[in-house]
């Protein structure tokens, strides 16, 4: 078993024993963000009341109703960022110059526009790609040739009537960029701003659930380092109130003895 199955079977079962519990107001999402924001004082978002509902749509009763809901739920890249690449092709990372990454020849044709450095072709690209991705805003369009940024695949999405709590199982090694073609992008940040937009008016955050202190502050540091990187299309004071939303990290160890957790579901 790899890393990441690893990781993602540690989340479905520490999950599965808490979503079984049937509580109708799950103190325990409020406490996992509690205990998730003490180890990063620069997250400033207060967890959602304990008695608020996981809601029965998003949270079902049944065990393997979850995948895709609960667990490994796709989530939409953000439009700013998509409208940002279409902006600004020449900050892109073209791999390949014969087929722009593109398997159809139509894509083909619109991206070797975009990436062919004259202005006019690029500017009627441009253009068509903003006007594919405002008709298609709600689902973005998977493997269209303006999606220079896909779906991701969250690990564990709890939502309720006032929040959205994305949880990622982090293992010992750094998670791949969000993007080949943006590879500053680092696939945490990315999620942040997905978890807002999949909120709209309710309260977001995101935590990872890490092996150890030092797994989870090794984490930290590396979030520190690409925020900026990860936000160019953010003005200076949206990315930073963007980024308390990260909330922190907790221990498999530490969820295990503050919630009652049946030891065998970390290991």
């Not at 400033?44 to 009341?49: F, G, I, K, S, T």
């Not at 935590?207 to 990187?229: N, P």
Request: charged share 25%; glycine share 8%.
């Amino acid at each position: 078993m790899n890393n990441g199955d690893r990781e993602m079977t540690r989340v479905r079962r520490v999950f599965d024993t808490l979503l079984d519990r049937g509580e109708k107001a799950p103190a325990w999402v409020a406490g996992l963000w509690e205990r998730a924001a003490l180890t990063r004082p620069d997250a400033d978002v207060p967890p959602p009341p304990e008695a608020t509902a996981l809601l029965a749509s998003e949270a079902p009763a049944a065990r393997d109703a979850r995948e895709g809901t609960v667990y490994q739920r796709a989530v939409a890249p953000p439009a700013a960022f998509l409208r940002w690449l279409l902006d600004n092709p020449q900050l892109m990372e073209l791999a390949d110059p014969a087929t722009f990454g593109a398997k159809g020849a139509d894509s083909r044709r619109w991206r070797g526009k975009l990436f062919s450095g004259e202005a006019d072709l690029a500017s009627d690209a441009r253009d068509e790609g903003l006007r594919q991705l405002g008709k298609r805003l709600a689902q973005r369009g998977r493997k269209k040739w303006w999606a220079f940024e896909g779906f991701s695949r969250v690990d564990c999405c709890l939502i309720s009537e006032t929040a959205v709590l994305f949880v990622e199982g982090q293992g010992t090694e750094p998670a791949p960029p969000s993007t080949v073609w943006f590879p500053q992008r680092s696939r945490l940040w990315r999620n942040v701003e997905a978890a807002q937009e999949l909120a709209g008016d309710k309260q977001f955050g995101v935590m990872l659930a890490v092996e150890s202190e030092s797994d989870g502050a090794a984490a930290l540091a590396r979030a520190a380092d690409t925020l900026a990187g990860s936000f160019p299309h953010l003005e200076g004071e949206r990315r930073a109130a963007l980024s308390t939303h990260l909330l922190g990290f907790v221990t498999w160890p530490d969820v295990v003895r503050t919630f009652d957790v049946p030891p065998d579901s970390v290991v």
